[in-house]
């Protein structure tokens, strides 16, 4: 369970940062920090800043947008003089995370279309077939079905399909996993929650959002991983998230990588 409004656990972070036109460039407030707006190459970026304990400027790029992270220290000024000096870098960042964003699902369900699978971008390849099927390898995401032009048919089929994929990823590790701590096996059920890629309650019930089937693997075995925790720490105490790390080692480096995709639930 995740309760707002706690930054911690798998709950996404605040609306994405759109780059809009620069006529409204007042920096704004939000929970996560200051959101402000730069002109890189002459393309209006926004940011956000957020004030941490740390002797450099760190710069990070996801799904979400642009986020600097500085002591209270430093002035604009010089952030703004760093990320101009990181500019090519971030626009590619930025480029490529705009890519993710387009391909999660199709929009349109043709041949060729990217969609997103297990963090890997596959293109669907749709064939004429007498019984419907779907596999996936390491470039397609190969759909048979017997009316391959009808896109809403293929949509609803290949939907369905990766919601049965997530249940099926997910199991056995919320099993293996929870046999490390408890003698009462969770159940589980898949959500389609906007706000967070997993929930937990004192019932032991453990809901996943099947959107983690677009996520590479590691980054579900994490939302997994807390959501079991919570099975034995119903909080967010250092206690629950040492026994996060027992579970999964090496936890904060994936959530903090989580933060990267949790646009997509929105
Ligand atoms: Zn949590």
């Known amino acids: 369970m995740m309760p707002a409004p706690s930054p911690v656990g798998t709950a996404p972070a605040r609306s994405p ?20 707006r730069i002109v890189l190459a002459g393309e209006a970026i926004d940011y956000r800043v957020v004030r941490a304990k740390r002797s450099s400027i760190g710069m990070n790029v996801g799904l979400a947008g642009l986020t600097v992270r500085a002591s209270r ?14 500019s090519e870098w971030i626009l590619r960042q930025l480029a490529w995370w ?18 997103l699978y297990q963090g890997r971008e596959l293109a669907l390849a749709l064939r004429p077939a007498h019984r419907k099927e779907i596999a996936a390898d390491l470039l397609n995401l190969t759909v048979l079905h017997p009316s ?35 003698d009462s096996p969770p159940s589980v059920a898949l959500s389609n929650a906007r706000s967070e ?24 075995h994490y939302v997994v991983a807390h959501e079991v925790a919570h ?10 998230w040492a026994l996060v790390e027992t579970l999964f080692p ?14 997509l639930l929105e």
Do not use: M, Y
């Open 73 to 86: 220290w430093v002035s604009i000024r010089e952030i703004e003089s760093t990320l101009a000096q990181h």
């Open 148 to 182: 391959p032009h009808d896109e809403e048919s293929i949509a609803a089929f290949v939907v369905h399909w990766l919601k049965d994929e997530a249940l099926r990823l997910a199991l056995p590790l919320v099993e293996a996993t929870a046999a490390r701590i408890t």
């Open 197 to 220: 890629w997993g929930s937990c309650n004192r019932n032991g019930e453990i809901r996943l959002s099947w959107r983690l089937v677009h996520l590479p693997p590691r980054l579900a």
């Open 250 to 263: 090496g936890h904060a480096a994936a959530r903090r990588a989580l933060q990267d995709w949790t646009a």
């Open 17 to 36: 940062l759109r780059r809009n036109d620069a006529s409204d460039a007042r920096p704004r407030s939000t929970p996560d920090g200051q959101v402000r």
């Open 231 to 240: 099975l034995v720490e119903l909080n967010h105490s250092p206690r629950f």
């Open 98 to 115: 705009q890519e993710r964003r387009r391909d999660v699902l199709p929009q349109a369900w043709k041949t060729g279309a990217p969609i």
